[in-house]
């Protein structure tokens, strides 16, 4: 049971280069999101999802685009990337709505520059 | 809308030291609230939990009381480690939100020598 995976997990960019974040989950789980961490700021929500084939914005999504086409998948797409983008991504998923056996499991992380 | 308003760092203490990290939210609906723990080059595991007013989540010998009065979720330890350095995240989320996501702190990084 690996968890949550994230590739890859260090990455440069040039601006205007695109890319795609991929994270599993073998948990079976029917949430999945994605969040950028910046120095001060904590994590924030870019992008998120309540199942296979549904996505929806989060408070900073511009920029970005994501899929879930495999329930285990989410991939999240910088078509051009500005510096303003380099951040550590967090991939996290959970299962249950709010309650009693509510968790957000957090993948390891990746750590994009862009220059 | 909903946040969530941590202490600010860097915390730093000796071993054994007691420890408090404050942290106070404001929230519509009734949120459930979280301690996250991020060591040094890792992601972010759920450290404790407290899902309605009173409760009390612990582990690791770490605790946090779910104070509705106050809308407060202090962390506090009795005795840290050298091993506790880490940066700590306040989360909250309700029933309202987005698919569930989480509202972090900016989070306080503690520092803890020997």
């Known amino acids: 049971n690996a968890g949550v995976t994230q590739t890859p997990k260090f990455r440069v960019l040039k601006t205007g280069q695109s890319m795609t974040l991929l994270c599993a989950q073998d948990m079976n789980h029917e949430y999945m999101y994605w969040y950028r961490q910046d120095p001060g700021m904590g994590l924030r929500l870019i992008h998120y999802s309540v199942g296979e084939g549904t996505t929806a914005k989060g408070e900073v999504p511009d920029g970005y685009n994501v899929s879930r086409l495999k329930k285990q998948n989410f991939l999240l797409g910088l078509e051009s990337a500005a510096p303003s983008q380099t951040s550590v991504y967090f991939c996290a998923s959970s299962y249950s709505f709010v309650g009693f056996d509510y968790e957000q499991y957090f993948g390891p992380g990746t750590r994009l520059t862009v220059t | 809308g909903n946040s969530v308003t941590q202490m600010e760092g860097p915390v730093t203490l000796s071993e054994e030291a007691f420890l408090t990290i404050n942290c106070t939210y404001t929230a519509t609906g009734y949120p459930s609230l979280f301690w996250y723990v991020q060591y040094p080059g890792e992601g972010l595991q759920l450290l404790l939990k407290a899902t309605k007013a009173d409760d009390k989540g612990s582990n690791k010998g770490f605790e946090a009381t779910y104070r509705k009065e106050t809308t407060s979720f202090h962390l506090e330890k009795g005795s840290v480690q050298v091993s506790d350095s880490a940066v700590y995240f306040c989360?909250?989320?309700?029933?309202?939100?987005?698919?569930?996501?989480?509202?972090f702190g900016k989070g306080t990084t503690l520092s803890v020598s020997s």
């Open positions: 989360a909250l989320t309700t029933n309202n939100q987005a698919g569930t996501a989480l509202i």
